[in-house]
Structures are given as C-alpha cells and as structure tokens.
T-cell receptor, first 110, second 111 residues
Framework: RKEVEQDPGPFNVPEGATVAFNCTYS??????FFWYRQDCRKEPKLLMS???SGNEDGRFTAQLNRASQYISLLIRDSKLSDSATYLC???????????FGSGTKLNVKP | DGGITQSPKYLFRKEGQNVTLSCEQN?????MYWYRQDPGQGLRLIYY???????QKGDIAEGYSVSREKKESFPLTVTSAQKNPTAFYLC??????????FGQGTRLTVV
C-alpha cells in the first residue's frame, strides 16, 4: 500500500469554480503535512502547510482529519494561473522522510 | 541568495555508462534527498541523508549511489546497473521536517 494516495486527475474546471482535492495517508504516526504545487517540467514548491486546526491562505484552505487519515485542499475562485499539479506530502517523524503523493493535475479553463 | 542548485539541467547517458548528478545547497540544511519522477507520476525517494557522512536508502535505491562528504553537497551517481534511468531527478534539502526546498532538477535521458 502506498504511503500517500491522491485523487486521480485531471480536474478540468472553469475559471471561478471551487475545486477540492483529497489525499489519504496510511501511517497513523504521520506528523507533518503539506501541499506542494508543481508546474509542468518544474520543481515542486511549497504551497502551504496543513495544521490540525485547518488553515487558510487567501483562496486556499487546507484541512487535516487525523481520525480518517486524510488531508484536503480547497481552491476557491479558480484562476487560470492555478493550473498545475498539486502534490500531497506527509512526514513521519520516526523516519524523517518526506512522502509524496502522485499528484493531482488541475486544468483551469477560460 | 540561498538556495539549492542542481547541475546539469539536461544530461544524456549512453548505455552502460555511469553518470553523476550534482546537488549543492547553501541553506545550511542538515538533510538532503534525491527523488526520481517519471512522467505523470509522483516523486519516489532514492536516497536521503540526515547528516554528513551518513545516508540511507530510499524506496528505489537499486542502481544508484550517493555520498555526503560535505554538508553542502549530495551527488547522485546513476550506475549502469540502473536499467531504466531516463527520468526527471530532483534534489531537495530541509532543516528537520519544516519544509523541503527543491533544486530545478536534472532531466536524464539514455541514448
């Protein structure tokens, strides 16, 4: 079983739409959670960390559900520039490794 | 400017040849990582190092080797034993588990 699994993509949405991605993780000892964004043929870059209480950054909201072992990313009022692949990342302290999901591709259409 | 630098950006390897990918960081990070990404797939961990002169195998270490003689440097050698080396290779560094910073990647192609 993979450490981290994400929604299959691609998600094709019109500008202004709200879109949500989910990600599940298998290790209950996982302690840190992130969403990264990766543009085509580029390196991943941190979008936001995910905290137990949930957190918001502008149009982006991330939430963590430890009981069900999943994290989510909500994007409101989608922009063309949001088109990218979104990677879910989980860290387990005892192994201190970053586990990446396979990514969910988002295409925002005019 | 602080950052992590990978070179070269593009690399072509002949069958049976070993090649070394460079990764240098000036962020004073203890941990460094090598990932492989295939088209349409996520990142898979090859090797990681938490401290100088120490490193551990990741999930797909076969056919690869690394060294960590200096804190700033974590080169990856793709050996002839790696049967399908064509991929996008990403190096990252982190201070603990706060955030991983990535280099711009090396695209390796077997010709």
């Amino acid at each position: 079983r993979k450490e981290v699994e994400q929604d299959p993509g691609p998600f094709n949405v019109p500008e202004g739409a709200t879109v949500a991605f989910n990600c599940t993780y298998s290790n209950s000892a996982s302690q840190s959670f992130f969403w990264y964004r990766q543009d085509c043929r580029k390196e991943p870059k941190l979008l936001m960390s995910v905290y137990s209480s949930g957190n918001e950054d502008g149009r982006f909201t991330a939430q963590l559900n430890r009981a069900s072992q999943y994290i989510s990313l909500l994007i409101r009022d989608s922009k063309l520039s949001d088109s990218a692949t979104y990677l879910c990342v989980v860290i387990t302290y005892n192994f201190n490794k970053f586990y990446f999901g396979s990514g969910t591709k988002l295409n925002v259409k005019p | 400017d602080g950052g992590i630098t990978q070179s070269p950006k593009y690399l072509f390897r002949k069958e049976g040849q070993n090649v070394t990918l460079s990764c240098e960081q000036n962020l004073n990070h203890d941990a460094m990582y090598w990932y492989r990404q295939d088209p349409g797939q996520g990142l898979r961990l090859i090797y990681y190092s938490q401290i100088v002169n120490d490193f551990q195998k990741g999930d797909i270490a076969e056919g690869y080797s690394v060294s960590r003689e200096k804190k700033e440097s974590f080169p990856l050698t793709v050996t002839s034993a790696q049967k399908n080396p064509t991929a996008f290779y990403l190096c990252a560094s982190s201070m603990g588990t706060v955030e991983a910073f990535f280099g711009q990647g090396t695209r390796l192609t077997v010709v």
